[in-house]
């Protein structure tokens, strides 16, 4: 291999694009980059499918985003300060938007800011199958094969970024007679469409961000009564009348399940609501991230370069559990680019000395109380980020909308969705929402614009 850099970027979600979108920015004539995407559209989860299980190539259905999701954090809570929301839409819009709204949002920053036509840079419908690291090139071997022809190749790169998103392979719990269950049982993940649900007994088990917005959307489309059932704790949220919460369920006989506090009920439909496992199964072992939802997993310098391996060549990005999002991964990407195109203003540490910083990241992440610790940990991990790169020295007060936002959900966890923020880059006041999300059964753009 020449002098030239060749990063390998996988997947194209807004992970992977925001890596792209630097490396444009940065135009380094020395550096190339090819991204790899399994589908043949760019934004990963926020683009809707309507399948379930594996896809039109029989691969598992990456997507787990359904009808009528609306974004569960206010929109100035992600914005690009480079890209605004009004810069987009030209006006203002409510703080938290349906998906097709949020998606048009993230295209409009890729192909507006963009200095060359990113998509360029993109392998469609091609499957990243297998990364290895040849420690005698010091480079990477990477396996693909196109979907469309079954066409397996190799490549190899001196650096390589995975960004294929940490929310697409289940976490499915067994619980004790499940099978004898006649009704429905499905994953979050395979959840499309809440009328599905509606009239019906349903239990959704977990207590996080599905399990909240399962029982809420079932709620809004018409079930008849929802139990949510916890594992840790509850959620403790002032409920509306028809959701109830009770502990983990301790057998199924029939329609009928058992809890851990002796209560039962007769149900029609399951949602397990119970999280994600971290998969990346075509990375070799010693490159693989294997990890539980966490602020930061360890191994990883900058919440991100892998130590363990691939002397220092290789990135994982997203892998955090997220209140900051998009800003987050633009924060990460950035600081990538500038790593690998050596353009970091400080002077590279040592292995040892990056073990370290990352290790006191993952105590202070273990000693985190409370949700306003994990959100203030989160705003600065990319302070920390910005400080290097000059990102943005903003993004990380956006922690104070999380702050709201959490306690809006703690006063009514029915309302939060109509409240209203003030993005931190054009001082736009949201416009207020035409109608409260329990009422509004309309996500479309047109709708909003
Ligand atoms: P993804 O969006 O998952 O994109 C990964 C990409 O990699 C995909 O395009 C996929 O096709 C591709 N890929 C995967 N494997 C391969 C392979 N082997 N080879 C090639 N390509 C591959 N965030 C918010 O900010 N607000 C929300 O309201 C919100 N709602 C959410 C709702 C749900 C149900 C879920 C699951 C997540 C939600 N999120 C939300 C968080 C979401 O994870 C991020 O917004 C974002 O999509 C993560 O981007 P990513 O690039 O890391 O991953
Ligand atoms: P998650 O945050 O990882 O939560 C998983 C839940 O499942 C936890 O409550 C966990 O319990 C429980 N669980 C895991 N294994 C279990 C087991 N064996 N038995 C019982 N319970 C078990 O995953 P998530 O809630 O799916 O959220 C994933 C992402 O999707 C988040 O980023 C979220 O913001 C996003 N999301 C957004 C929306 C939206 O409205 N926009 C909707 C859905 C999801 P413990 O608490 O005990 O660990």
Known sequence: MDDKR????????????????????????????????????WLGLWNLTWMTGTDEYGEPCHGGMYKHLWSNGP?????????????????????????????????????MKSKSDLKQFIKWNTSVRYVRYNKQSDDFTVTTEDLKTGHTSDSNFTHVIVAVGIFNSPEKPYFDGIETFPGRIIHSHDFRDATQFKGQRVLVVGAKYSAEDMALQCMKFGAKSIVTSYRSSPMNYKWPIGIEERPLVKKIIGKVVHFLDGSSSEFDSIILSTGYKYKFPFMETSLRLTSSSTLYPASLYKGSLWLQGGNRKLF???VQHQFFTFTMFDAEGLWICRYITDTLPNKLKSCEEM?????KWVQRCNSLKDI??????????????????????DVPKANTFFHKWDNDKRANIVTYRDQQFKSLYSGTESAPCSKPWFQNFDDTIGAFV
Request: glycine share 6%; hydrophobic share 30%; charged share 30%.
């Open 372 to 393: 306003h610790e994990q959100i203030d940990f989160q705003a600065d991990f990319i302070k920390d980020l910005s400080d290097e790169t000059e990102y943005s020295s």
């Open 6 to 41: 060749k990063v390998c970027i996988i997947g194209a979600g807004p992970c992977g694009t925001s890596a792209l979108f630097h490396f444009d920015q940065i135009s380094d004539s020395s550096t190339e980059v090819v991204c790899y995407e399994k589908s043949d559209r």
């Open 75 to 111: 929109k100035e809570g992600l914005e690009y300060p480079d890209y605004t929301f009004t810069d987009h839409f030209g006006k203002s819009v409510p703080s938290f938007l349906p998906r097709p709204v949020i998606r048009d949002y993230l295209e409009g920053r890729l192909v």
């Open 316 to 318: 994982y990005m997203g």
């Open 355 to 359: 073990k370290k910083e990352a290790q």
